[in-house]
């Protein structure tokens, strides 16, 4: 079974700042995928980013840019220039790739992130 | 282009007594999913419908826990009956396929209590 790992229950930033998030996932498998979510307190998840694991290039969108170690089974976000309106909860999840069936997301447990003026 | 809606937000119960949660996933969408997210933890997979068929329940009470989307279209999501456990948020997703892997679009979630 697939799993993630966020070791960061809480971190915080200056506004204007960079902060990196951590992720670590388990797997057996080759092809799958890797996103961030953002859950602000309205509860609705939002898609930040997605990284496909045959890419060896980093996935990036705006602020938002990830460091994809495959063989260390790492996923980190980086959001630079924070600003107020990344403050939510950020999940990291798991989805399986077109060729292990089904597309269920798993997700960890969450980092919130507060940021500062 | 309008977004899953889920319906009602909130809802407090008593312990034993029944509840069901109601779905409309964006026009189009094939696939929808149930998830249950439990207070400091991310959500989990409840059920997976692919049109009206099941692909994946295999994390569902099912002593407690029913889904149903008998057209294709909107589901419900029933729980009888409720346990203190059972207190956490209900989000619904959709996405085009899970053939081809389109992304997932949440609903603004249940957030439910049991007492």
């Known amino acids: 079974a697939q799993t993630v790992t966020q070791s960061q229950p809480e971190m915080s930033v200056q506004e204007a700042e960079t902060v990196t998030l951590s992720c670590t996932y388990d797997?057996?498998?080759?092809?799958?995928?890797l996103f961030w979510y953002k859950q602000p307190p309205s509860r609705q998840m939002i898609l930040v980013i997605r990284?496909?694991?045959?890419?060896?290039q980093n996935a990036t969108e705006n602020r938002f840019s990830v460091n994809f170690q495959k063989a260390a089974k790492s996923f980190s976000l980086k959001i630079s220039d924070s600003q107020l309106g990344d403050a939510a909860m950020y999940f990291c999840?798991?989805?399986?790739?077109?060729?292990?069936?089904?597309?269920?997301?798993?997700f960890g447990t969450g980092t919130q992130l507060k940021v500062e003026l | 282009e309008a977004g899953v809606a889920q319906s009602p937000r909130y809802k407090i119960i008593e312990k034993r007594q029944s509840v069901a949660f109601w779905c409309n996933p964006i026009?189009?969408?094939?696939?929808l999913y149930w998830y249950q997210q439990i207070l400091g933890q991310g959500p989990k997979l409840l059920i997976q419908?692919?049109?009206?068929?099941?692909?994946?329940d295999s994390q569902l009470p099912k002593d407690r826990f029913s889904a149903e989307r008998l057209k294709g279209v909107d589901s419900t999501l029933k729980i009888q009956p409720a346990k203190l456990e059972d207190s956490a948020v209900y989000l619904c997703?959709?996405?085009?396929?899970?053939?081809?892997?389109?992304?997932?679009?949440f609903g603004p979630g249940t957030r439910l209590t049991v007492t």
């Open positions: 797997t057996s498998e080759s092809d799958y995928y």
């Open positions: 997703a959709s996405s085009l396929s899970q053939v081809l892997g389109y992304e997932q679009y």
């Open positions: 999840a798991y989805r399986r790739g077109l060729t292990g069936g089904g597309n269920k997301l798993t």
């Open positions: 026009s189009g969408h094939a696939t």
């Open positions: 990284q496909e694991a045959y890419k060896q």
């Open positions: 419908f692919q049109n009206n068929g099941v692909v994946d």
